[in-house]
């Protein structure tokens, strides 16, 4: 969340990857829950935080980090949430987090797959991989000589970066394993122990890659890690369609600042503003749910996704009036 403009406001951190300049803000991680069908049924976790402001040149950053424990991690934040969201499930619901290069590690896939959840997440950079014959090798070798399991058109939309377009894509998988060193997930020990492989999680990989993009235009390019079978064109193309519903998460953000302008909130310390973002989240979700419930059922009724006190008061501020209605309207839409 950008708060720089407000110079008065005390307790905000940094929110800029630049160490000689420091953009100041909240940090702000949501999880959103989605039906296959893309309907938000809410947050199922919420943090807000003050980021500590560093002066470290990226060189010394990757030492801090590579020496910290999982614990000592910002991004302990997915592992945290991933806790939270598998105790308010049921048990027999089947649960994928899904997540972009941000939430590509070894320690989030190790605990999905203890707590028997599903992961559908792109991969950041080249790791190691085990084949299922036990030859050592890296994700992207092994998938470069897999045969293209099919081409499927992707539905692009438009973001910052690009405007909406269909992106025919090859799609290839290979399954095997991903080795975990001991380092990565509890902190260095030794220079020997590091070296030796601990744990291993077993995934399936999926390249999805765009050939030939259109003229000036970036290639769709993903390889996604899940732990959920691959193992033919149907499985790939569905998963591939289940990780696009991470896209919901940025129109949640969207919502947050641009439909219910958390930014502009003029609040004098982090403390209250995190409260009001708290607060506009549970709304930015509502809009959200409204606003695909009226595209699925839109002869719905009102009263099907607000309460009695929510319908009276959004008529009343629509409407100018200070009059309570007795009756809702016919349609959702209205």
Known sequence: ????????????????????????????????????????????????????????PPQEKQRRLYQSTMKEKESIKWIETLYETAALIPKDTCLITLGDREADIFELFRVA????????????????????????????TALSKTPILKTIALTLPKNQQRVARTAYVDMRSISGW?????????????????????????????????QPPPEGVAPVEWVLLTNLTATDAFEAEEQVNWYRLRWKIEEFFKTLKSGCCVEQCRLNTATKLTKMITLKSIIAFKLMYMTKMAALCPEATCTDVLSKIEWQTLYCRIQTTSRLPEHPPQCFRQ
């Open 1 to 56: 969340m950008d708060f720089d403009t407000h110079k008065k406001t005390e307790g905000l951190g940094s929110i800029s990857k630049a160490y000689h300049k420091h953009k100041m803000g909240l940090m702000l991680h949501a999880s959103l829950m989605v039906t296959q069908e893309g309907l938000p049924l809410g947050l199922s976790s919420l943090k807000c935080w003050s980021r500590v402001s560093r002066e470290e």
């Open 178 to 210: 991903l080795p975990i060193r001991n380092n990565l997930v509890y902190g260095p020990t030794n220079k020997d122990a590091s070296r030796h492989i601990h744990e291993k999680v077993h995934v399936s990989a999926i390249s999805v890659k765009e």
């Open 113 to 140: 797959s203890s707590l028997k959840t599903f992961f559908i997440i792109r991969n950041r950079k080249d790791r190691k991989f085990i084949d299922e014959k036990g030859k050592k090798t890296t994700v992207q």
